[in-house]
């Protein structure tokens, strides 16, 4: 018996983030009037239990064998939907979305206009979804341990969560020592606990797991495979060695901003000038200028970062809280010292922040809001001027010591190892999360996760969080032992193919094989990742990938310029001669 | 001559799922007002557009075809935009063969976190169709 559609397509509101700019009873009367379409509904939320109840009570009472939703990207609430059909009986690929809040909804004002393309994203996915095929998706078993790359204080963090889990870890550390930017600090705000209490205890318990492997002065040169099954090669002084893990987590973390690119400041040029991190140096010693102490000293905030000329305009979240921990350290080791701080704007956001700002106020730090905008030289001492925007007035301070708050930048080769992954780096050139709110620590890439600064600038706190977080992410597919793989993947059709092998040429993963005695080609389905490139380079076209055919492609292209009138609606059915190539 | 001023152009675009798809969603995400122009179809990757795709909706009167893919370098695929590009320069050989203006047929690279340029891109290209005036074959297949 010839197969035939039966489609139901649900229209969500998202509260009112698509009702309001989008006519839903217009769209829905829309949707139950296109070919195959049995049923079109419309809720507030389709995602919610309830919503998703609608769906499944009517594949199972009206039959429906494929289902439409639109709502949220695909990239949102796909596998929420696949998973809802398939526990009604439906395979998960007989799915599709239609994305009509992030790329309708969200982007144009409430008009026809809007109404109009929510309506034709709609129709599109309808077309589709008539054309859409059963896929079996398969197993691979997962490679028990994890890589984690950078052994600074979250690379440390994530690497003992997912050994104490009971997983194989190798933690590569591109320097001779681990510890990252920790180790440098003296101590830490706004507690005042000394930084190596509370990095050693992590070191030392990587460093005796049974589990971890830290591998120093290491670099990760090429990473193959996929979640589950990936393959790292990693050198060590001149050595390759093939490491392989089921999941990655990025520790990689920054650099600090270079303070000579604010030439108006004079860093190296005014030995009295320094930087936060020098500090860190000259108070684990003993606060020294010349061979005496300092007497005037002037913090200056923001240096590298909320600054457009620089092509930072983030805020480096740490450093307003650095400079009030180093001028309390002043006032209380050098009670006669006058110390002055330069601020935009002091954010004391996170837990315990703003009340030690408010101790370091009250022995007599003095802020001033402002901008410096030069360091002068007057005899030994220096002077800075700055506009202090509260007084709306040019303000001139001496200083014989001035610490320049430094911000925190991406690290200079984060582009090599985005490119090594294929992650995807923010505008301001940290690596980017998978979802700013809802998947912090995910990347695009499944089974990589993020850990600490190298996501963006935050306190050791935070790295450690986002660190768990990511190694409890790394775990589930270690935990879970299989991991489904691509089922989207191109498959040949042997009557059509020439076994010209064009095909092959554009594989990159030589997943394509020419049959030694069908003489037509053959597809991997482990190798093949599902691109698509076979497909549109064959020039027959027997090569399909599976989920994006020619066919499926070509029903949306019909419905989107030529509409779907129910004169059509017999075009529009699988049987119809104009989807053959 | 016809008034380009209240012609609205359709474009049809091929935005790779890895970065200029997300790049769109992020348009949204973070509320970028362009033109409703542009009707977005889902690829794996810009290297799966086959030149029928293009050609399809030129035949049947869009006014315009925006490929989005990887930054060079950055494909998910490894190399799959590359293809994509050279491609393009065939493809814009043939459109200029076949009669079509190849400046109807735009290939971009979008990346994830370039949801402003996306915007841009929709917003430059609606302005530069409406320069350029409907797609002749709308008044081809009239007659």
Known sequence: MAFTPRIGVYIC???????????????????????????????????????????????????????????????????????????????????????????????????????????????????????????????????????????????????????????????????????????????????????????????????????????????????????????????????????????????????????????????????????????????????????????????????????????????????????????????????????????????????????????????GVIYRRGNPSEILRQGEHLLVRAEDTLLGEVVEVEADLVVLALGMVPRQDSAALASLLKLSRSADGFFMEAHPKLRPVDTSVAGVFLAGCCQGPKDIADSISQARGAAAAAMIPLLRGQVQVEAATAYVEEELCAGCGQCAQVCTYGALRLHPVRNVMTVNQVLCQGCGACASACPSGAVTVSHFTFTQTMAQLEVLLNGSNHQRKQELLPTASLMAK | MPDNNHFEPRIVAFLCNWCTYTGADLAGTSRLQYPPNVRIIRTMCSSSVDPVYVLKPLLDGADGVLIGGCHPGDCHYQTGNYKTRRRYVAMQEILRASGFDPRRVWLRWISASEGQKFADTITDMVASLKEMGPNPMQVAWAI
């Open chain 1, 13 to 363: 509101h998202c509260g009112i983030n698509i009702s309001a700019s989008v006519d839903i009873e217009a769209v829905t009367a829309f949707a139950a009037s296109l070919p195959a379409v049995i049923i079109a509904r419309d809720y507030t939320y389709m995602c919610s239990d309830p919503g998703q109840a609608l769906i499944k009570e009517d594949i199972e009472q009206l039959k429906l064998n494929r289902v439409v939703v639109a709502s949220c990207s695909p990239r949102m609430h796909e596998p929420t939907f696949r998973a809802a059909v398939a526990s009604a009986g439906l395979n998960p690929y007989c799915f599709e979305m239609a994305n009509i809040r992030e790329q309708c909804s969200w982007v144009h004002p409430g008009s026809e206009a809007t109404t109009q393309k929510a309506m034709d994203l709609i129709a599109s996915a309808v077309a589709k979804a008539a054309h859409l095929q059963p896929l079996i998706t398969r197993q691979v078993e997962v490679s028990p341990s994890a890589l984690v790359i950078g052994g600074g204080i979250a690379g440390l963090q994530a690497a003992l969560d997912i050994a104490e889990a009971g997983f194989q870890v190798t933690l590569v550390e591109r320097a001779e020592q681990p510890g990252g930017h920790a180790a440098q600090l003296h101590t830490t705000f706004p507690y005042m606990q000394p930084a190596r209490e509370l990095l050693r205890p992590l070191m030392e318990r990587v460093d005796a797991h049974p589990r971890i492997e830290v591998m120093l002065s290491a670099e990760v040169e090429e990473i193959k495979g996929f979640v589950g099954n990936f393959e790292a090669s990693v050198r060590q002084s001149e050595e390759m060695r093939t490491v392989s893990a089921g999941s990655i987590v990025i520790a990689t973390g920054f650099e600090v901003f270079d303070a000579h690119i604010k030439k108006e400041f004079g860093y190296g040029l005014y030995p009295q000038v320094i930087t936060t991190l020098d500090f860190e140096l000259l108070s684990a010693q003993n606060l020294q200028v010349n061979g005496h102490s300092p007497r005037k000293v002037v913090f200056i905030q923001c240096v590298g970062s909320r600054d457009q000329s620089l092509g930072n305009p983030y805020c480096s979240r740490v450093c307003c809280m650095v400079a009030a921990r180093q001028a309390k350290w002043v006032r209380q080791r050098l009670p006669e010292a006058e110390v002055t701080i330069f601020y935009m704007d002091v954010r004391a956001f996170g837990k315990g922040f703003e009340e030690f700002y408010d101790q370091v106020r009250t022995c």
